[in-house]
């Protein structure tokens, strides 16, 4: 995609990967299935679980959402994963995080079918990654990645610094920038003089969970930034994790919240379940 304005458009880019995946799941002789567990009520959470559901099903996935009681125990959610990983019918398993505190989440990602892992949580597809690279990937720091690449913006020799350092995004994005041959430098909460390390940075990556916390001193004239929060401000209004309207003066690419890497997420979680789809498949 060309950039027309600084803006990357993650919803456009989504729609144009959409695309591609319908386009290859009306050729298949059955369809591709993804299951995904909701436990509780958590608002955000059924928000997500409700995009995710909908962007499979205009894609011809099929989608199941289980949604199972806040105070299920995680031997009752063991079962049920169990029950998901001998399905034939389900090629994705995805289970909504966070877990109420009676369920420790390791132990639940460690129990999915590595080859039905399609937000790249398990153990080892975790490995793999860190290694070279794994059949499924986690969905938030593949959509980063290939935003860029489709804008044809350059990673290579870049200096990338990730502010956050969670295993669903900081951690990841960073082992794929440095396979992308850039150089990385990870912050988080107790980095010395953040902001000075910020204006560093080529390739700004805003990862933190936290509204507006990066303003323009964190940002280098020209910068890259790509906004991986969503947080939702006193007013109810939605806001990622840079100050948009202080920070896009001055940078030459930013992704907006909404429509910049929540859509791709998305995106690559479909990608991941038709990846899981012909690996199954495959090896029937
Ligand atoms: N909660 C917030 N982000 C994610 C994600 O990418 N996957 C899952 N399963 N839960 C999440």
């Keep these: 995609m060309k950039i027309i304005n600084k803006i990357l458009d993650g919803k456009a880019v989504s729609q144009q990967i959409k695309a591609e995946i319908t386009e290859i799941v009306s050729k298949l002789s059955s369809p591709p299935k993804l299951s995904v567990i909701l436990v509780g009520n958590n608002f ?31 031997a009752e959610l063991l079962k049920k994963i169990h029950e998901l990983n001998q399905d034939n019918h389900t090629h994705g398993i995805l289970v909504q995080l966070p877990l109420p505190k009676q369920i420790r989440e390791d132990r639940i990602i460690e129990n999915i079918d590595p080859r039905k892992d399609v937000d790249g949580f398990h153990p080892l597809n975790v490995g793999h990654l860190f290694l070279k690279k794994a059949m499924l990937e986690p969905c938030t720091p593949v959509g980063v990645i290939e935003i860029l690449k489709r804008y044809a913006l350059p990673i290579a020799g870049k200096h990338v610094v990730i502010i956050g350092r969670s295993n669903i995004v900081g951690k990841p994005l960073g082992i794929m920038f440095l396979r992308e041959n850039a150089t990385v430098t ?43 929060g969503i947080n939702r401000l006193p007013n ?20 907006p919240v909404p429509g910049g890497v929540g859509p791709m997420t998305i995106a690559i979680l479909l990608k991941n379940t038709l990846k899981a789809y012909q690996n199954i498949m495959h090896k029937k």
Excluded: W
């Excluded at 990622?240 to 309207?245: A, I, L, R, S």
């Design 236 to 255: 109810g209004k939605l806001a990622g994790d840079v100050d948009f309207e202080k920070v896009s003066p001055k940078v030459s690419a930013i992704t």
């Design 186 to 228: 990870y912050c988080h909460s107790k980095t010395r003089d953040l902001p000075s390390v910020a204006q560093t940075a080529d390739i700004l990556i805003a990862a933190i969970g936290k509204a507006q916390f990066v303003t323009d001193e964190f940002v280098k004239t020209n910068a890259v930034i790509i906004d991986v």
């Design 44 to 74: 955000a959470s059924s928000v997500y679980v409700k995009n995710k559901s909908q962007a499979c099903i205009v894609c011809g996935i099929q989608s199941e959402v289980i949604t199972l009681d806040e105070n299920i125990s995680e």
